[in-house]
């Protein structure tokens, strides 16, 4: 639990009440508190740490001019909201943060009344603003709701299409842009480099400081509205405030968005309309306050626990992790075929991709947070001759599912999608665990599904996706593989590895819970079960024949997969294997059919019942039914 002794502004006031009380110097002491509870808090459990820092005095000062507890914000993407919980109910939780059975690291309506949407993903605040305010128009409510969007987020493609509804409907909600130049990486895009250029240039601030002050020294009534036209006409010259005007928003700004009372009074005045939406631009500062965030804003963004003394990762220990594996091998055939390009959908270091773009910059496309469009622009490419890689996020995926089926599968484009983070992720949670991925890429015809349990496996697996004319998905984890002393061989397209074909009862191991599979067999074994053991590699194609054989005489088969139980490996087996073999039980072992926590891996699989001992106890009455084991 936080200390409040440590904070003699935040362990003292009632928050967040108690924040519209306080004096513009007290805030400054509040929000340098905040940023201490955030380090603090971050160092010890790892989190998004410089956007958070970025937005203290823009929380502070819409809690001052909201009311929290009715009125609604909204954080697109969410990565952002860490000072909303320390300063609205989670104060003295905060040490919690992203642990298991303590507060969530994205707003979490069920975790506090005062999150009024979940988020995880990028560009969905000003749709789900637009909504609410749509619902309280038909219920006759009345309260202000605003969506706090990044920069990169707004380039987005739903972000577009919830501003072309916004300003049609001229519905009076508040968009603020929080503009600090930077997504996750530098972001990338027409629009970005608008903003950047633009918004925040020191000619636009200039210039629109001092028409506002030679304006606002004009009083003739007969001239006010002239003068209105004449500021709104100059703003529109000099920046592209003119672009979300004609959208139907109004457009103010920019504002430092670390100077409390300018922010209060720009929000005091956006609120104020009531005739059409507002667009408020303000300019942050990544990582403000920690200078090493300020510095480097890329490695801070997402970072494990670390010392916030000098900045080192705890938790390092040089394994090489399957993104870094990735992002080395497809060097190495990259350098054998000019064909390959790669694509990111604005997470170059995330998933692996920075040397490749360093090394080959003119076969390296980021294309921003947009993975329908990522997705059918791999799929043009394929089309046109090349070989495109699209490495992205299992939860991010999810966006270009439509893409992946119909602009990809349906044509039988060669496109190899990376499928990184698959499985469990650990303390960022449900909105970014990967365990959907094999049960909808599964319901798309033609696409091949590779699951390597180790490294080498990896690397095998891409130098055979070089060859494969048709779409292809390889599913890999977040992290280093765990250890396994099983000796490798050959891959083989489609071909299932038997590592151990005797005894009464079978384990089909899927992908990278492979360790856990291998834990449950040697388990088995103590207690002088006879165990066959299977790593699967592949969903499709899959020489059932192969799998089949090493099945055959089988009383019990355990199937064990990290993704949800439906249409995931196991019922795709199942069925199968009923049909060649009746007397044959099946116990599927998978993630339940829910949306899991946030936690440690080693948490989470216990938690689902992942665990080599929890499936053990699973099936000991099966295995004793089946006189497998005596009872």
């Known amino acids: 639990m936080t200390d409040s002794a440590d904070y003699s502004l935040l362990g003292k006031i009632s928050l967040p009440e108690g924040i519209k009380k306080l004096s513009y110097e007290e805030l400054d002491r509040l929000a340098d508190e905040t940023r201490r509870a955030i380090l603090r808090s971050v160092s010890k459990n790892g989190g998004h740490l410089g956007s958070s820092l970025g937005v203290v005095e823009l929380t502070i000062a819409l809690l001052r001019v909201t009311e929290p507890e009715t009125d609604r914000i909204v954080w697109d993407v969410g990565h952002q909201s860490y000072p909303f919980k320390v300063l609205t109910d989670r104060f003295s939780r905060f040490d919690t943060l992203r642990t298991f059975g303590g ?17 995880g993903h990028a560009s969905t605040s000003i749709s789900a603003c637009l909504g609410m305010a749509t619902a309280d128009a038909l219920n006759g409510a009345k309260r202000k709701i605003a969506a706090v969007i990044g920069d990169a987020s707004l380039s987005g493609g739903m972000a577009f299409e919830g501003l072309n509804h916004l300003g049609a409907s001229k519905t009076p909600i508040l968009v603020i842009l929080n503009d600090n130049e930077m997504s996750i990486n530098h972001n990338v895009g027409a629009l970005s480099a608008t903003l950047s250029r633009m918004l925040t240039g020191d000619l636009s601030i200039t210039f629109r400081r001092d028409l506002r002050r030679f304006l606002e020294g004009i009083q003739a009534d007969g001239i006010t509205k002239l003068a209105r036209k004449i500021e709104e006409g100059a703003i529109s010259f000099f920046t592209p405030g003119i672009l979300f005007e004609e959208l139907g928003l109004r457009y103010m700004g920019p504002i430092d968005g670390h100077k409390i009372k300018d922010i209060e009074k720009a929000l005091s005045t956006a609120f104020g309309y009531k005739d059409r939406p507002v667009l408020l631009h303000v300019a942050t500062v990544k990582g403000k306050g920690f200078p090493m965030a300020e510095k480097n804003p890329e490695n801070y963004h997402s970072i494990s626990s670390f010392d916030p003394d000098t900045g080192k990762s705890k938790k390092f220990n040089g394994a090489k992790t399957w993104t870094d594996a990735f992002g080395e091998i497809l060097i190495r055939l990259a ?133 494969y004319n048709a779409p292809l998905a390889i599913r890999y984890a977040r992290g280093a593989p765990e250890y396994d002393n099983v000796p490798n061989v050959p891959v083989i397209l489609g071909e299932p590895e038997i590592i151990d074909g005797e005894g009464e009862v079978a384990i089909i191991s899927a992908g990278h819970i492979f360790p856990e599979a291998l834990d449950l067999y040697s388990l088995l074994k103590t207690r002088d079960v006879r165990t066959a053991l299977i790593n699967l590699r592949f969903v499709r194609p899959l020489n059932i024949q192969t799998l089949l054989n090493g099945l055959k ?54 938690y689902a019942g992942l665990t080599a001992q929890q499936i053990f106890a699973a099936i000991s009455p099966m295995l ?5 084991i005596r009872a």
């Open 103 to 119: 507060i969530s690291g994205f707003p979490k309506p069920s975790e506090s009344k005062y999150d009024a949407f979940s988020s």
């Open 335 to 467: 350098e054998k075929d000019e064909k390959i390009v790669a694509i990111s959908a604005a997470m170059k270091d995330g998933v692996g991709l920075t040397k490749f773009a360093e090394l080959f910059p003119k076969r390296f496309f980021d294309v921003g947070i947009a993975e329908a469009h990522a997705m059918t622009f791999a799929a043009g490419l394929a089309a046109a001759g090349m070989k495109p890689y699209f490495a992205v996020y299992s939860s991010f995926l999810q966006r270009a599912f439509d893409q992946t089926l119909h602009d990809v599968a349906l044509q039988k484009l060669p496109v190899k999608i990376c499928v990184d983070r698959s499985g469990l992720v650990g303390q960022d949670g449900p909105t970014h665990h990967g365990v959907f991925d094999l049960s909808y890429l599964r319901q798309i015809p033609d696409v091949a599904i590779f699951l390597p349990r180790n490294l080498y496996e990896f690397e095998k697996m891409l130098a055979l996706s070089m060859g």
């Open 553 to 606: 005489g089988k009383k019990l088969i355990v199937t064990l997969e990290e993704n949800v139980r439906s249409g995931g490996v196991g019922e795709m087996l199942a069925p199968i294997i009923s049909e060649h073999y009746p007397r044959a039980a099946v116990h599927i072992a998978a993630i339940p059919d829910e949306f899991i926590t946030h936690g440690k891996v080693k948490e989470l699989r216990e």
């Open 624 to 628: 004793t039914k089946r006189r497998i």
